[in-house]
């Protein structure tokens, strides 16, 4: 009988010590997988930006001269024409 206790009492107190330590160390390599993504999608984003930068470049340099001030002048216009945002975060009307 007394034996059968010791070995409940043994594995209460083994739960007890064990399971904190468990827990303690999930949240943070959660946190650490979570950093090594963000950081993984924005080196992506960067890449990608890249590419289509690179890719846009190449194009317009295989237009005609005619075409390609034409691009250069829509570009122009579309920024002028485009309203820009206001400090503050505030959006734009």
Known sequence: MKSNVLKKNRFFLF?????PVVFAFS??????NQKK????HKRQGKQAEKEYLQAKK????????????????????????TPVKPPGGKKCK
């Open 58 to 81: 190449d194009h317009q340099k295989k237009q005609s001269k005619e075409t390609q001030s034409m691009m250069k002048k829509s570009l122009k216009k579309s920024k002028k024409n």
């Open 15 to 19: 739960l007890i010590l064990i399971l």
């Open 27 to 32: 949240p943070q390599e959660a946190k650490v």
């Open 37 to 40: 993504i963000e950081r993984e």
